[in-house]
């Protein structure tokens, strides 16, 4: 199993600002990924952190606006910028293993309103 | 990604066996059944996953039909803590392990004391 520590849990900005959430793993993970939930919606997949490279971004979300920086194997960071209202969203961070079937181990998220 | 479809919502008696319905006609021979749960206010917990027998644990069984096109994740005796919404979830059988789970909408269990 994996224990995975997300930093904020919570927090309020202001419009135009930017916030930068942390997903740090008590062990080395092969597969790091971070989703957005959206009031009351199920989860969507933002990008595929990389290590040592630039993380791999789903459709309708882009590097400008969601940096995503991994350093190593236990840690990531996601930046959400020029927040506006609409970024109001729990972000998660997921992790892995390789292997077939692995299963996949989720922060409790930070949970982020735009004013 | 194949996709599933699944009943909005459910309900159950506290203490009685829980069968939750997944469709995924479109399936590929590559395809894990992947099912996960949500809790209020927390991430996703991981339940169960098989390819094409039965699976049991400690938390749930998966029943997965012969021709695979649908599964049903059983929840031998539900607890109010079992109210959740479920994901069942097709993903991709890799040995790179870089397919991460595409969610659907799941469904939301209530259960009643």
């Known amino acids: 199993s994996a224990v995975i520590s997300q930093k904020p849990s919570r927090d309020i900005c202001q419009r135009g600002t930017s916030l930068t959430i942390q997903c740090q793993v008590d062990?080395?993970?092969?597969?790091m990924f971070w989703y957005r939930q959206q009031p009351g919606q199920s989860l969507t997949l933002i990008a595929t952190?990389?290590?040592?490279?630039?993380?791999?971004?789903e459709s309708g979300f882009v590097i400008d606006k969601f940096p995503i920086s991994r350093p190593n194997l236990t840690f990531s960071t996601l930046t959400v910028s020029n927040m506006s209202p609409e970024d109001s969203s729990i972000y998660l961070c997921?992790?892995?293993?390789?292997?077939?079937?692995?299963?996949?181990?989720f922060g409790s998220g930070t949970q982020l309103s735009v004013l | 990604d194949a996709k599933t479809t699944q009943p909005n919502s459910m309900e159950s008696n506290e203490e009685e066996p829980v069968h939750l319905p997944c469709n995924h006609s479109?399936?590929?021979?590559?395809?894990?059944i992947h099912w996960y749960r949500q809790l209020p206010s927390q991430g996703p917990e991981y339940v169960i996953h098989?390819?094409?027998s039965n699976v049991n644990n400690r938390m749930a069984s998966l029943a997965i039909a012969e021709d695979r096109k649908s599964s049903t994740l059983i929840l031998h005796r539900a607890t109010l803590r079992d109210a959740a919404v479920y994901y069942c979830?097709?993903?991709?059988?890799?040995?790179?392990?870089?397919?991460?789970?595409?969610f659907g909408k799941g469904t939301r269990l209530s259960v009643i004391a």
């Open positions: 062990s080395q993970v092969t597969m």
């Open positions: 479109t399936i590929s021979g590559t395809d894990y």
């Open positions: 952190a990389n290590q040592g490279s630039e993380a791999t971004y």
């Open positions: 979830i097709l993903r991709v059988l890799s040995y790179s392990g870089n397919t991460p789970l595409v």
């Open positions: 098989g390819l094409t």
């Open positions: 997921s992790v892995s293993n390789r292997g077939r079937g692995e299963k996949l181990f």
